[in-house]
């Protein structure tokens, strides 16, 4: 079997959808979905480099041999959400080959449901803490009341006091009783990291999310000498060398995996060992994908042990012309049980000439 052909597909703004064909009628989808404050990539540069870089080195090559695949896609530099695409697609096709599910190729699986955790104070930029704490009631009235995760930082205005204002207004909002962390989105440096979470741990907090800028591992690590509450790494960790440099270092409990900034579901397992092998946790966060990088994130939070917090993968609903995805009585992401990712395209994805066609986001 032999990769004969890749589409690209544009999907809203921001997304693209690409399909691997082989020459024996098989197909694998996959999903790029770039935040470019990480990586830089947007939806016209991952077409690019998809068509001028990444496709070609796959064009012919047996698409079960997923780790030379993806090595030698990682020879290129950077491109995260680009080589996730097709990385996503190729595990995909796999298990279609296998008739298995993606989950079984990785590891097996080791839960059924996968608990979400909602992220609330993102936008806009400078809500109040009554705004926050209303977006936090609304969530947990519809069901998910497993884990918030609450947006805290100078990212989000301009005074540093409001953290604690932020946070405790959702506290009371929510009675105390519902689990949350705060992530600082990498905004801090270690002195204000400290003093800001030493006030937010009147509330007990389960986790603090990137307290310091993503090179400053050293100052992640002062941090988490000097608090009571679990530090998770998110900004810091693009690939399994910065997840050796964490663990090195003493500077998190907890890594946060994103295809956005890893590159798909092969360097996410590697991540994941290398935080069962350091006895540290890990937790997959999804930036804003359909049901084709969603599932992908299912498939390695249940085939993963150490994935024992409730992942920010928030799904509601599939898409009109997705399915695969379903909730559980209590809104858990229930684990695909169908073929690769276990995700059906309802509708033909058009044809791609010289551009692609764009698709309803």
């Known amino acids: 079997?032999?990769?004969?052909?890749?589409?690209?597909?544009?999907?809203?703004?921001?997304?693209?959808?690409?399909?691997?064909?082989?020459?024996?009628?098989?197909?694998?989808?996959?999903?790029?979905s770039p935040l470019t404050f990480f990586s830089g990539e947007t939806q016209k540069s991952i077409l690019t480099v998809l068509r001028e870089n990444l496709v070609p080195m796959l064009i012919g090559e047996n698409p079960l041999n997923i780790e030379a695949l993806v090595s030698r896609m990682d020879s290129l530099p950077g491109w995260p959400s680009a080589k996730a695409a097709l990385d996503m697609a190729l595990y995909d096709l796999?298990?279609?080959?296998?008739?298995?599910?993606?989950?079984?190729?990785?590891?097996?699986?080791?839960?059924?449901?996968?608990?979400?955790?909602?992220a609330i104070g993102l936008t806009p930029l400078g809500a109040s803490p009554k705004m926050v704490a209303n977006e936090a009631v609304?969530?947990?009235?519809?069901?998910f009341n497993h884990m918030l995760k609450i947006k805290i930082g100078p990212y989000y205005h301009l005074d540093p006091k409001k953290d604690y204002e932020r946070v405790k207004a959702v506290f009371d909002a929510t009675g105390g009783e519902i689990p949350f962390w705060v992530d600082a989105q990498a905004s801090y440096n270690p002195k204000q990291a400290i003093k800001t979470i030493k006030q937010i741990e009147r509330?007990?907090?389960?986790?603090?999310?990137?307290?310091?800028?993503?090179?400053?591992?050293?100052?992640?690590?002062?941090?988490?000498?000097?608090?009571?509450?679990?530090?998770?790494?998110?900004?810091?960790?693009?690939?399994?060398?910065?997840a050796i440099k964490i663990v090195k270092k003493r500077a998190a409990d907890v890594l946060?995996?994103?295809?956005?900034?890893?590159?798909?579901?092969?360097?996410?397992?590697?991540?994941?060992?290398?935080?069962?092998?350091?006895?540290?946790?890990?937790?997959?966060?999804?930036?804003?994908?359909?049901?084709?990088?969603?599932?992908?994130?299912?498939?390695?939070a249940a085939s993963s042990k150490c994935c024992n917090i409730p992942c920010n993968i928030h799904f509601e609903k599939s898409e009109d012309w997705l399915s695969g995805l379903e909730l559980d009585e209590d809104n858990n992401i229930v684990v695909p049980t169908g073929p690769g990712l276990g995700i059906k395209l309802l509708k033909q994805l058009p044809q791609t000439n010289m551009e692609p066609r764009r698709l309803p986001s």
């Open 138 to 143: 609304k969530w947990i009235e519809k069901g």
């Open 1 to 32: 079997m032999k990769i004969e052909k890749i589409e690209e597909f544009l999907v809203g703004d921001r997304k693209i959808f690409v399909k691997i064909y082989t020459d024996e009628r098989l197909f694998g989808v996959g999903e790029a």
């Open 203 to 242: 509330l007990s907090p389960s986790y603090f999310e990137s307290p310091t800028p993503r090179l400053d591992i050293d100052g992640m690590t002062e941090v988490r000498r000097s608090i009571d509450t679990p530090v998770m790494a998110d900004e810091a960790i693009f690939s399994p060398f910065d």
């Open 256 to 300: 946060a995996i994103k295809f956005v900034k890893c590159g798909g579901i092969h360097n996410a397992k590697r991540i994941a060992a290398i935080a069962t092998a350091a006895g540290l946790s890990i937790v997959m966060i999804s930036p804003g994908e359909s049901s084709i990088g969603l599932a992908a994130n299912v498939h390695v």
């Open 94 to 118: 796999k298990g279609k080959h296998l008739d298995t599910t993606v989950c079984d190729i990785i590891g097996g699986r080791f839960r059924n449901k996968i608990e979400q955790t909602i």
